[in-house]
């Protein structure tokens, strides 16, 4: 006869900063959960003394701009059967500690990631490019190998992952792109590589909330990985980005038509729409952001080919109407149409 234990959990966290919202996060959580360890990488207000009121497992870990150094810290700290991994502005409500309660009960050896949907809610939604995606959340402490095939035998690599109904709140109370951001360009300066998967984060917060600055102070990365060609597209978007910027209409050609070489996006488009704006060139313009929309897809933010899209035809086709001697009425009705169309825009739940 089969006899299976529940298992146990570890919360590990990492935290900096957080008494606003810590305590939210593990009234929802801790009881669930058969160990909890923070680690601390800096506090300078009361995140440690409401931590204290859960556990006596806190640690201290000096911040060296590396959240995955300071993870890989608070997993060593472990000694349960699997790790649950949240962050500070992380929720469960009643409904979803119960679905964790049913997972954590019928678990199973074999399962060795769990995924999780995180929810943002739109008015949290800083730099998601959705409403709601899976991510992978707990995690198996200890890995055992098997070998695979019954001929040219191997040991199997790949992680068996249970994709769950729960659904964890995301909750921030601001924005930390800044942060992010100085993470990125440390860690370049550093003399470390930045991964596909990085390189289309960084690019993709810097185009969900990034300054004018913020993408000068980037420009040496993108062109230091412009060979890059999985990432070619977002590179070459984030350069023309950078080259509007500085008004050098020669270096941002030479990268906007660089898209045109192979399928075209919409941020390019977006791009190209917006340099026509900038020298008042709105019927152009409106080519352009018309493409955006409705002739290609985004690859970068999703936005760009709805709201934001809609918004840049609205003003266009508005500033057209002030121009006009006599009044155009139909710029003014595309202008509301467009105008109506950003503001009932809404993000997809996943991508």
Partial sequence: MLICHMKTISLCMIVKNEEKILKRCLDSIAPLMDEIIIVDTGSTDNTKAIAS?????????KWINDFSAARNFSFSKATMDYIYAPD???????????????????LVDEVEIVQMYYVTPTSNNTVQNAQKELRPK??????????????HETIKTTPTIFDSDIEI?????????????????????RGNTLSNKILRMYIKELYKCGTDEDFLKSKEIFLHFLDNTVCFKELSCALAHSYRILKDSTSFFKYALKDFATDACSEMCYEIGLFYKEIKDYNEAIIWFYNCAFEVGPIIDVEISGKKAFYELADCYQKLYKLSTPKNKEYQKMANLYKEKGDSFVLPETI
């Fill in 88 to 106: 500070a502005d992380e929720v469960l409500d009643k409904e979803n500690q119960e679905k964790f309660k049913l997972l954590k009960d019928a």
């Fill in 53 to 61: 009121l859960y556990t006596d497992k806190i640690y201290d870990f």
């Fill in 138 to 151: 707990l995690f198996k402490r200890l890995r055992t190998f098997s070998w695979i095939d019954p001929i």
């Fill in 169 to 189: 709140l995301h909750l921030p109370e601001g924005n930390h792109s800044k942060r992010d951001f100085s993470v990125f360009i440390d860690s370049f300066e």
